[in-house]
């Protein structure tokens, strides 16, 4: 069951470039948090988001929960070489509370330098 | 900055054989979960555990696969006959509260190998 879909699944651009990775779904998420992963690691949370339209900021990343809480999009700024890696957006439908939690399928982002 | 660790880093069994991965949660967390990626694919969530009870499981976690926390620090996944299709990373997680500033902290992962 995809009930998280992440777009593009993979993206190479060039260092300095702007970029936009989403996550979208049919069901009503209470929160969304962004992951990220690197190989042979363990996913580290990057934020969550919590209220519909909320905007986070974290240095050169901007993370956004869509009005009705089904989506969310991760901006990077002026992307730099230590920005690869794999981006995953992860949550709990409502229905399930926080039992049941849900990953999309990565966004392997490369910046060339 | 307390985590979660997760033992063994890597464990190599054949095929039918019980494998027991092991988990720390960090210490004041209260709630627990496992989940897997085979090479290449997504993470999927397997089980969740609170109050020495699982919460919710997944479709994937069928009578083949069990857990526990048999003392007051680990928390274990036990696949009782391993299959081939069992090959993946194991993640262990583990999260303070229950609401939807949930965060879960996740451990380095094991790597199940079944030969």
């Known amino acids: 069951t995809q009930l998280l879909e992440q777009s593009p699944q993979f993206l190479s651009i060039q260092e300095g470039e702007n970029l936009t990775v989403y996550c979208n779904s049919s069901?009503?998420?209470?929160?969304l948090q962004w992951y990220r992963q690197e190989p042979g690691e363990g996913p580290v949370l990057l934020v969550t988001?919590?209220?519909?339209?909320e905007v986070k900021k974290l240095k050169r990343l901007t993370f956004q929960f869509g009005d009705a809480r089904k989506d969310s999009s991760l901006h990077i700024t002026a992307a730099q070489p230590g920005d690869t890696g794999l981006y995953l957006c992860?949550?709990?439908?409502?229905?399930?509370?926080?039992?049941?939690?849900?990953f999309g399928s990565g966004t392997k982002l490369n910046v060339k330098p | 900055e307390p985590e979660v660790t997760q033992t063994p880093s890597h464990q190599v069994t054949q095929m039918g054989q019980e494998v027991i991965l092991r988990c720390v949660p960090i210490?004041?967390?209260?709630?627990f979960y496992w989940y897997r990626q085979i090479l290449g694919q997504k993470v999927e969530f397997l089980v969740s555990?609170?109050?020495?009870?699982?919460?919710?499981k997944s479709e994937i976690f069928d009578d083949q696969f069990s857990v526990e926390r048999p003392d007051g620090s680990n928390f274990t996944l036990k696949i009782r006959s391993t299959k081939l299709e069992d090959s993946a990373m194991y993640f262990c997680?583990?999260?303070?509260?229950?609401?939807?500033?949930?965060?879960?902290?996740f451990g380095p992962g094991t790597r199940l190998t079944v030969l």
């Open positions: 992860a949550g709990a439908p409502e229905l399930y509370n926080f039992n049941k939690f849900y």
């Open positions: 997680a583990s999260t303070i509260g229950w609401d939807s500033t949930n965060e879960q902290f």
């Open positions: 555990f609170y109050n020495n009870e699982i919460s919710e």
């Open positions: 069901s009503v998420f209470s929160s």
């Open positions: 988001v919590v209220t519909g339209g």
């Open positions: 210490s004041n967390h209260l709630y």
